[in-house]
């Protein structure tokens, strides 16, 4: 009799390589989330003891996130359901507010479908311009094409600070600096660089950032939104008067706090984080550009893109089979975005950093995480290195 194929998923291993999509909970995460399901459980609204427990607990949380990117105040930081909300607020919610004042926006052409989405909302059901900067080979923003893209009724500029599939990292600071000496608000998608870069808001310039705490070990369904004091946002949902009138509906109390652990965590590791995983990632480019031939790395050089990220193409292959086929020996990986998954073509960030359409379809992205070790990296070259050989020799 046949065994059925989840069992056997269940009783062996999953080599896990997609932390780019999401990362596993920490224990100490799960430790102190644990107490406010079952025992501290009251709605931070609430006027009584409980409740007053849960919202002093969310207000150190803010004041956790406040510490992670070196915001002025706690109330900079408004808790959201994800960066996909952070991202839509902040956008829109700029936009809707300062409309009278200009109708232009600027992004980048590599930006979250969260951004772009919402850029493209705005074009059209409220009239905005946008311009689509593009990027070089590498994926990086010139300052010099952000500069000639300004106008006279620009009013925002939102440019991610590391790209979510070949990891990138921009020259946010140059690029906010531009921005503020146009006095034009700058937002910076945030969700990837904060769990692998130091960042301070204050240093840096940025007047909004956004960020997500399943990519840093947290829980999913909870995000954040630094926004500097005195910027207004119209809010995106309606309903009550939570995150002083920003954004409405029931606090998630126990995904805050854990969010909190995730980013005191974050914080306190982040060195010796990074280390270990750009290790990991570099050995493992070592392994397959010297075991697997017509393989390129797709975007910046190791310097310039995050610890954690590897994205290759593998010529006259197919990204997806080879997913497929790495699946099925218990390795995770991704082709690109997981909210993008599922959508018909090339990737638009491959596609902007001028790739062919054949070595795009062939890419395959692999990131990094702290659960992961040189012997997990052995076996999932071992099993690439078989997998392409196999796909090649049925051409």
Request: hydrophobic content about 40%.
């Amino acid at each position: 009799m046949r065994e059925d194929k989840n069992q056997m998923i269940k009783n062996k291993d999953i080599y896990y390589f997609d932390h780019a999509s999401t990362t596993p909970l920490r224990k100490e995460v799960i430790a102190v989330m644990h107490e406010f399901f079952n025992k501290k459980y009251a709605n931070a609204a609430s006027s009584h003891c409980m409740g007053q427990q849960s919202e002093k607990a969310i207000e150190k949380a803010r004041e956790e996130l406040a510490l992670l990117i070196g915001a002025n105040n706690t109330e900079e930081i408004i808790f959201t359901s994800g960066g996909t909300e952070a991202n839509n607020l902040v956008i829109k919610g700029i936009a809707m507010a300062y409309a009278e004042q200009g109708k232009h926006i600027i992004t980048s052409s590599i930006e979250h479908p969260a951004v772009l989405e919402s850029c493209r909302f705005l074009e059209k059901h409220l009239s905005f311009k946008l311009s689509y900067l593009d990027v070089d080979q590498d994926g990086f923003v010139n300052p010099e094409a952000l500069k000639s893209s300004i106008r006279d009724d620009t009013i925002l500029i939102s440019i991610m600070a590391a790209n979510n599939e070949i990891g990138t990292i921009q020259a946010i600071k140059k690029l906010a600096n531009i921005a503020a000496k146009n006095d034009i608000f700058f937002h910076t998608d945030a969700v990837q660089a904060v769990p692998q870069m130091k960042f301070d808001v204050q240093e840096i310039g940025v007047d909004a950032l956004s960020l997500s705490a399943h990519k840093f070990n947290g829980p999913k369904g909870v995000g954040a939104l630094y926004l500097k004091s005195g910027i207004k946002v119209i809010p995106q949902q309606s309903g009550g008067s939570q995150e002083r009138k920003r954004r409405a509906g029931t606090v998630n109390v126990p995904g805050i706090v854990g969010m909190a652990k995730a980013s005191e965590l974050v914080r306190n590791e982040l060195e010796s984080k990074v280390e270990k995983i750009k290790d990991l990632r570099d050995y493992f480019l070592e392994r397959v550009f010297s075991e697997i031939n017509n393989i390129t790395l797709n975007g910046a050089d190791r310097k310039n893109r995050l610890a954690n990220n590897a994205n290759l193409s593998f010529k006259g292959l197919d990204g997806e089979t080879i997913l497929y086929n790495l699946s099925l020996k218990n390795i995770a990986v991704s082709t690109g975005s997981a909210c993008a998954s599922g959508s018909i073509g090339v990737s638009h960030v491959l596609k902007a950093i001028s790739i062919e359409k054949e070595t795009a379809k062939s890419a395959v992205r692999f990131t990094f995480g702290l659960e992961n070790n040189k012997s997990q990296i052995d076996y999932l070259v071992n099993n690439l290195k078989d997998t392409v050989k196999h796909l090649r020799s049925l051409k």
